[in-house]
């Protein structure tokens, strides 16, 4: 790192302090910054470019604490737009009139690499420096896991190892009770995410399949999948109204592609996972699975084979975290959070309503939450964006099927954008699907939830 | 004054049924521990799958250069693969013990439990 990145990230650091313990003010009890304050909320007040939360303008005081932070933060836009680094493209966006609280989320992460608040502003090292006692200690874990197999085996003669072959039949039984248009597992994906040129963006490897179904096995055991899966086998509830989905959370592109993805939009969520498991495969890089790789690598690949368009118009949410950084198998949009789970988020199962619920819609957010909750229970819970759009695109390229959801309704999420808005996404017809944000006080008749586990 | 409690409400379980008792118990904590282990060892263990070849290779490298004696680039390439192939076979392994502690009399006895009947096995 040269002086002039140096003095950029020494800059920048006092502002980051600031906002993390906006943050910290801010947050829900124990509560991740969604319960709270997001992010970029949070970024965005500590530029005082516009009047942050708990600021009384009717207090002199307060008010000319405002300006002044504002005035600070206009000073370190400008020495900061002078200096070269990861930062610099969001800096010129402030400087250009053009920043917002995503860009001030962006700039405040540009010298973070997605560990936890005490490790931040550390240098970045992206090139492991692993020695013999970090081999060692992996050889350990092996002898570990043989040593630990013996003693159960020991301690408890019933209990049997359970071969991938067994966990394989769960797989297959499953596959069978859901059907072609509820069953989206390993094949589903491969074919979905290859392209029209013979490109595989997901292709597991055989470990991972095995692990894919083990998941689902370790799924099919929790208690409210459970008792769903009997309901489902005894024809109490409809199986085609659910749908069993295996999430992944990346997908593997070619290297040099997506250029501006890598370079300006997602610096730090590109830097976590790299920092996190590893990026390269055999001339390719893994990347996030988010909205906006999904319309960076398939979106073209759906026109070129004449299926249209994934998004209808990325305009107004095209710098929102949503958009940009909520990868799916994440809750959150923080890198933080998507490096607290080893760099990327996890492979997982997910059982998802086929449909919005009629009962649903003339509901603002709460009430909804409420129906959800009353009628699934409380581990039940919306998709993220990227979800809704990662089941549509399985949907459509697995089995053809392009209705996302009832004509003209929206599945409402309980991800916010920067303004505070709750996103929404529907249609799925020709034009691309639709994303809006929608206040959570408003009920609306195409605003509708699909509840999942 | 305090309500006495109905004698047909103090259900007294025969000693031996106590005994039994507090040793399904302990074996059933036991089993919770061992998943518990084997799960947070499995991660371990995938973060270096999820490291690859390439990684992998980093670490061997690593090593090596800590090591008084380099070994040559086959070497290195067949204790990768080797390491690899081991990681891979402890993670099938671990996976099959966690599914196979799920599926045991006492886990499933908490499915009763929870339910009031059988739940039929997956497998």
Redesign the interface.
Known sequence: MDDATQLAEQLLQPLHERYIQHKKDHAASGARTRDGISGAEAAWDVTAMAIPIGVDIMKNAQLENTKDQRETFGMLIKQLSLLPGPHHAFAKQFADGRGDANTAYQLLHSYTCGERTSKRFQKLEI??????A???N??E??R???T??K??KE??A???????Q??S??YQ??RELFGEHGFFGIEENEKAFTLKNGEKLVDMS??QR??AQ?LL??K??E?RI??LV?RVRSGEINKDDWMLILRVPTITVPAGSGGIYVEEVSEALERAVRTG??T??GGSRIVPLTMQTMQEYLAPDMLARGQSKLLYDIGWYRNEAFYTMQQSGNRDTSPESIAAS?GVGAMHWQMVTRDVLTDSLYKNHTEQTELVRNSYGIEARRRTPVEIVQDFFLRLRSVGDRTMCKPYKDDWSDVRTARGGFVSVGGGVQIGLRVYADAPLDRHGRLGVSPSY | MSEKKSPELRVVPPAQEVASDTAERAENASIEEYLTRATALREKLQFWQRQGERGLSTLVRGADKDSQNPMADEDIHAQVQALQASIDDAIATLGGLETGLLRSDILQKRFQDAFGREIRSYG
């Open positions: 090139d492991p420096h692993w020695g013999k970090d081999l060692e992996t050889e874990l092996v570990e896991a043989e630990l197999v003693e159960v301690k408890f019933t209990i049997e190892i359970i071969s991938s067994e966990v039949k769960t039984e499953m055989p470990a095995t692990e083990r096995e370790e099919l055991r208690l459970v008792a009997e498991s590893g390269s495969r080893g």
